[in-house]
């Protein structure tokens, strides 16, 4: 179901989707995962991707585990906050995955120096609603608005960016912020949406 964010805000639609996400049954979680993995192999760019940022599902967010299993790369990381007060995260390898931080979210341990933003070939985000003109809403805190906010002045040279979404997160339009950074597609666990700026 699309929602008319004319008739909601955006506290309204995250309450909205995450009582959606809530309701979901083990199984159709992984029926979800499992659908989503399938889609994403119908994009090229993300089966020829080195280098992905990906993220450890918190709170009902369709996991990306089997898709990034099914990808052809070792070269995983993940998100690690840092700075819970400045909303601040870095990144780092996926292989070393250490206990949940405050917010019950896996996260790698911080060996060797983090990743840069700009170094990954596609970041796969999570979110909370989208629309199909690329925009997001997030969880509302701006950890990835903070971490991707160098990316807005690299049209050309930054990372694929890929909003992955159960379908009914789909929304009819996002209000989006000076500072958000438009995904180049969407990925659910029925469609590849490719997006066109």
Partial sequence: MRMNPGQLNKPQIRKSIRSQQASLSNKERLIAEINLAKHGRTSTRLLQSQKILSYAPFSGEISPKTLVENLNTENVFYPRITNFRLCQMRFYSASKVENLNKYGIEEPQAIGAPSQANSFDVILLP?????????????????????????????????????????FQEVKSCQAAAWDVPLDAILTDLEFISISH
Avoid: K
């Fill in 127 to 167: 979110l909370i609603a989208f629309d199909r003109n690329g925009n997001r809403i997030g969880m509302g805190r701006g950890y990835y608005d903070r971490a991707l906010q160098a990316l807005s002045h690299q049209q050309s040279t930054r990372p694929y960016l890929i909003g992955l979404a159960h379908h």
